[in-house]
């Protein structure tokens, strides 16, 4: 379980995030939606543990994360903007090599099994360079799930994707959902993956602005409070 | 356990570099093509008698790596800003010093390698027999790219965010390597002439500041 308490970032003299409070159950899927601007990439990347909050903070499973909980970082897969691949390397030698940096043991297997589960088996030796911007995408898919995390933080994952490789993504979030992981997916579109949450988070100016489950919730609740926030849909 | 993780990633981080300088060819190519330009300016414009050759071959021999060394590793870091790499190494439990020493252990063997090619054309062209040990002059070599390899990297780690930091880099790389500069010269200047003894305070010097930078990143970075 990840517990979010009064978490408030500053960046120069800008409140990024405000008073952020929120809690993720283990095996909950939460789609979070805001504009621009909102503090959404930041949010993730204080639960990703790449930046601190200016105050409040962060528990997993109620350890409160500082620095010495670097090890943490396993339990954590994270798709973000950029793929975080080598383009000079192919995909095999760049799912080895994180491999590698995650400590794993048959790393052959699992980047066979990861690479299989985003459909990319016949580009494994492919240079990453040579990737169209989707397949790239899942290859990064295939990046952040290579440890077999319990978290998954996913920011803007449909990015790119054609509509066979959204299936595939959709395919894969049920099946992770299925398997008890975490999922936290931030979005600019409020369709976006939210058949499989259920909770939905909008993220406004930097504040929660709501926080509820999905279920019960009709598709004119959720453009209306996208477009509270300030998002089209 | 985790000292033996630790050493793993260390080695797996400088042999993705190797593998990415290997395909690409920019570092090695500058750093060979500055070398041998200034063995072929130089053998040119001095008569390589002896007495001009003892004189000036320990320095030429330390410009040309330095010199080379500079322009090639400068590009240390721009690897992982492509696709944000960076951001993916920090996301994995990698310690930052083990991402460092990954860069210092690749930019030191790309260095030793490209100075293995060098050397003997150093020799060759200044038609030049050496006296001294062979393994002494290897060994100052050695301590002498290790000391350069370890500042400029870490400049370059400490620089890399900066807006200004390749124009920075040589304000602050030259004063700081001044030490290892004199050093190497004057050892591989006393090695050549056949005199290894009385060289154990440049030994010293050189030990010692290759040391303090293997340490100082433990402190900065981690």
Not at chain 1, 3 to 14: A, F, M, P, S, T
Not at chain 1, 36 to 64: C, D, E, F, H
Not at chain 1, 194 to 214: C, I, T
Not at chain 2, 115 to 124: I, W, Y
Request: net charge positive; glycine share 10%; proline share 4%.
């Amino acid at each position: 379980m990840i517990r979010v308490e009064n978490l408030r970032k500053r960046i120069g003299n800008k409140d990024v995030l405000k008073d952020v409070n929120f809690i993720l159950e283990r095996g909950s899927f939460t789609v979070v939606v805001g504009p621009n601007g909102a503090g959404k990439t930041t949010l993730l990347k204080i639960l990703a543990l790449l930046t601190r909050p200016s105050s409040g903070r962060v528990l997993i499973n109620g350890v409160a994360v500082g620095p010495e909980t670097a090890a943490l970082r396993r339990q954590i897969g994270v798709v973000g903007h950029n793929s975080f691949l080598y383009a000079g390397l192919t995909a095999v030698e760049n799912l080895s090599f994180y491999g590698q940096m995650y400590g794993l043991e048959r790393i052959p297997g699992r980047v066979v099994e990861a690479v299989r589960q985003v459909g990319l088996l016949h580009a494994l030796h492919e240079p990453v360079r040579t990737f169209s911007r989707g397949m790239l995408q899942r290859l990064a898919i295939a990046r952040a799930i290579l440890h077999d995390p319990a978290l998954l933080l996913l920011d803007e994952p449909y990015t790119g994707l054609d509509r066979e490789a959204e299936e595939t993504l959709n395919r894969l979030l049920q099946s992770w959902k299925e398997e008890g992981r975490t999922i936290f997916l931030i979005t600019h579109k409020y369709a976006d993956g939210l058949s499989l949450a259920d909770r939905f988070m909008v993220l406004v100016k930097g504040r929660v602005a709501y926080a509820e489950a999905v279920e019960g919730l009709g598709a004119e609740d959720f453009r209306g409070l996208c477009l509270a926030g300030g998002e089209g849909a | 356990m985790r000292t033996r993780q630790y050493w793993q990633q260390i080695w797996a981080l400088a042999r993705k570099d190797l593998l990415l300088e290997f395909r690409t060819r920019e570092a090695i190519s500058v750093m060979l093509m500055y070398s041998l330009v200034i063995i072929v300016v130089f053998a040119f414009a001095f008569k390589p008698s002896r007495k001009t050759t003892l004189a000036i071959f320990p320095g030429l021999l330390w410009l040309g790596s330095f010199f080379a060394g500079f322009l090639g590793l400068v590009r240390t870091f721009q690897g992982e800003k492509e696709n944000d790499c960076l951001l993916g190494l920090l996301l994995a439990p990698v310690g930052r010093t083990a991402i460092y020493f990954g860069k210092v252990l690749a930019n030191f063997i790309l260095m030793v390698l490209v100075e293995l090619l060098v050397l003997p054309l150093f020799f060759v062209f200044f038609n030049y027999h050496l006296r001294g040990p062979v393994l002494h002059l290897l060994a100052a070599v050695l301590l002498g790219i290790f000391g350069f390899v370890a500042v400029e990297t870490f400049l370059l780690a400490l620089l890399g965010n900066l807006r200004a930091g390749e124009a920075l880099l040589p304000l602050l790389l030259f004063p700081l390597v001044v030490p290892v500069v004199i050093a190497a010269v004057q050892l591989t200047a006393g090695i050549l002439a056949g005199e290894p003894a009385g060289l154990s305070d440049w030994w010293k010097l050189l030990v010692a500041y290759d040391i303090i930078f293997l340490a100082v990143p433990l402190i900065f970075f981690d």
